[in-house]
């Protein structure tokens, strides 16, 4: 009895409060790191910011005692809102120190940007950054993505959120029908079992990738922000893109394959699985993915071949080859919200002398990864309901008497899950409106307030630089234009069904 009445002093913090201790101690990385490098400046920094968190949260803890919060699942919800929002106003102490050259508010933005993994980078020259702080940006936006893959199992899956509602019965928020592993037991022992289920697949995994990567050719800071952010989809690059790095071909070969865990939580876990959907190729998520993978840069291919056969220059089959792979690659990376363009990117417009429009890397990041995984945008869950809701529609106009066909694990994505995907859509537009018009108010143009709402809303930041005509510089928007973006993202992040669900008048009346 003993035993099960009592657990471990630190379970017993509030969920923010564990977050804000882990954020502390992991300033020692860079510390260390600029220490090897013999910059003891920037070393200070993080040290320092470092303890002075430590130093907050054990005081804060001490003086909850043995109190423990009674608010469940939204009450972890709205943690995870306070490390999006609240936790970069602390993250930012050390790079604003270490830089002495930048606000505050680009300090804060930068680390809004990395821990919500969208990458929106507003420092433009990677030679600005000491190499410490680039591990830093890097290692904010790989803690962010692994919150995200603890999280979705452990608080989003059981609020029926971030993508679950279209499947399960529960209304969005409240969540009537979990898992079994989540039915029983406290949301604090769910979390930590979780955690300690996950953590070791993503390390291992980022791990895996950043010796391959040095395998290939690259260098061990660079290997290691990249391997960090494919696995994030932070898009984040010590050296300005992958177009810039050593690794070449291989690299982004290796990548490419990587980039998969962000299509389908099967690839990695099988937690939130639901029935029907146990197998990965039967996995609807993962089958849409592929075929955008693949057809996307197809068509591009062909209309690029046709482009080149009326300048005589098809014969170039090697320029050709390197043209479809970029595709390939772009495609990948910008549907699973990383942001990585290839350096073969451009070969298909010299090859053919054609453009491509930044319109299709803009629908790409808006469509999104898998559910429960670090990708943004909507979700290709939600396409995939949308998709067997008009298919379903389109048979009863031909047969309005008929009975659908199918099959029981689609019958309720077609019902419910489908008007709720569509809900979805329709907040995903209105935020998009209204940030979109917020920006033009505040000094854009139509198309950069349309991209920069479009790459915060789907945690694409590198879309600033690659889908309009010419690169955005976040440097020169104005304060207030910054810290309406800060919004977006978290807003992105989080989705807008999951920020509703925290106006629940049972949150705060506890």
């Avoid at 020692?28 to 070393?43: E, G, K, M, R, Y």
């Avoid at 999280?151 to 019965?169: K, M, Y």
């Avoid at 898009?235 to 490419?256: D, H, R, T």
Wanted: proline share 4%; charged share 10%; with cysteine.
């Amino acid at each position: 009895m003993r035993r099960n009445s009592t657990s471990p002093g630190i379970l017993r913090l509030p969920l923010f409060l564990l977050i804000w201790g882990i954020a502390s101690l992991a300033m020692w990385v860079p510390a260390v790191h600029a220490v090897v490098l013999n910059d003891h400046p920037t070393s200070q920094s993080f040290f320092y910011s470092g303890v002075v968190g430590l130093v907050f949260v054990t005081l804060i803890g001490i003086s909850l005692g043995n109190r423990v919060p009674r608010y469940g699942m939204l009450g972890q919800l709205l943690s995870m809102l306070a490390t999006f929002a609240v936790l970069p106003l602390y993250l930012a102490v050390p790079t604003y120190d270490a830089l002495q050259n930048t606000t505050y508010l680009n300090a804060y933005f930068d680390m809004v940007s990395a821990i919500t993994t969208t990458g929106a980078d507003v420092f433009a020259d990677p030679g600005r950054l000491p190499d410490s702080v680039h591990l830093w940006r890097a290692q904010v936006g790989w803690l962010g993505g692994l919150l995200m893959w603890i999280a979705a199992s452990s608080v989003l899956a059981p609020l029926s959120l971030g993508g679950f509602e279209v499947t399960a019965r529960g209304e969005p928020g409240r969540g009537a029908t979990t898992p079994a592993h989540m039915q029983r037991g406290d949301p604090r022992r769910q979390l930590v079992m979780v955690t300690k289920a996950l953590v070791p697949i993503y390390a291992g995994l980022t791990l895996a990738l950043w010796i391959l990567l040095m395998m290939t050719g690259e260098k061990s800071l660079t290997g290691l922000s990249h391997a960090m952010s494919v696995m994030a989809t932070s898009g984040i690059s010590a050296v300005g893109g992958v177009e810039n790095a050593n690794s070449g071909l291989a690299g982004e070969m290796v990548m490419f394959l990587f980039m998969f865990f962000a299509l389908s939580r099967l690839t990695f876990s099988a937690d939130t699985a639901v029935s029907g959907y146990v197998r990965l190729d039967k996995d609807p998520e993962f089958r849409i993915g592929m075929i955008l993978v693949i057809g996307v840069p197809l068509l591009l291919f062909l209309r690029h071949w046709l482009a080149a056969l009326e300048v005589s220059a098809s014969e170039n089959l090697p320029q050709a080859l390197h043209s479809l792979w970029g595709a390939m690659f772009t495609v990948m990376s910008f549907l699973t919200t990383t942001g990585f363009e290839s350096s073969d990117w451009q070969a298909a417009q010299q090859w053919s002398g054609l453009g491509t429009s930044g319109l299709i890397l803009l629908g790409l990041a808006l469509v999104g990864g898998g559910v429960a995984t670090t990708a943004g945008g909507v979700k290709l869950l939600r396409v995939y309901a949308l998709y067997l809701n008009g298919m379903r529609e389109m048979e009863r106009l031909v047969h309005p008497s008929s009975v659908s066909g199918e099959g029981a694990g689609n019958k309720r994505l077609q019902k419910d899950g489908a008007f709720v995907a569509w809900v979805f859509f329709m907040l995903f537009a209105l935020s998009l409106a209204v940030i979109s018009s917020s920006l033009a108010a505040l000094g854009s143009d139509f198309e950069q307030a349309l991209v920069l709402a479009i790459a915060a809303l789907s945690t694409t930041g590198p879309l600033i630089d690659f889908a309009g005509e010419t690169p955005i510089s976040l440097a020169l928007l104005a304060p207030s234009a910054k810290l309406v973006l800060c919004f977006a993202m978290v807003l992105g992040r989080l989705e807008t069904l999951a920020i509703i669900a925290l106006l629940t008048p049972n949150l705060w009346r506890n």
